[in-house]
């Protein structure tokens, strides 16, 4: 079993909602930082959403205002609630986490690069 697991992903049309979870692991869990990440066919890995432990929250600018992080600390989950979804919203989403030491700069951008990472789960928005 996978130290992070996401679900939740699936087909909408444009303008639906889909709400993305990750089940972290404890040990996991307790990672200064967690966020999301997306990776279209042919494109680079694109950070998406960040959160500490602390309480700041970085988003990443085509999706501010639409897609909204927060995390369940009894239940070890991370979520991604996504709503007025795009067609560009398309790609493979995934949750990841890291230390501080790892990554010293709070910033979605470097999501990609946490040191945890899950499996993925397909989002797929049609026009």
């Known amino acids: 079993q996978g130290q992070l697991v996401e679900s939740g992903g699936g087909s909408v049309q444009a303008g639906g909602s889909l709400r993305l979870s990750c089940a972290v692991s404890?040990?996991?869990?307790?990672?200064?930082?967690m966020g999301w990440f997306r990776q279209a066919p042919g494109r680079e890995r694109e950070g998406v959403a960040a959160i500490s432990t602390d309480g700041w929250i970085s988003y990443a600018d085509d999706v501010k205002g639409r897609f909204t992080i927060s995390k369940d600390d009894a239940m070890n989950t991370l979520y991604l609630q996504m709503n007025s979804l795009k067609p560009e919203d398309t790609a493979m989403y995934y949750c990841?986490?890291?230390?501080?030491?790892?990554?010293?700069?709070?910033?979605?951008?470097?999501?990609?690069?946490?040191?945890?990472r899950g499996q993925g789960t397909q989002v797929t928005v049609s026009s």
């Open positions: 404890r040990h996991i869990y307790s990672s200064d930082y």
């Open positions: 990841a986490a890291d230390r501080r030491y790892h990554q010293p700069l709070f910033n979605c951008a470097n999501v990609p690069h946490y040191n945890d």
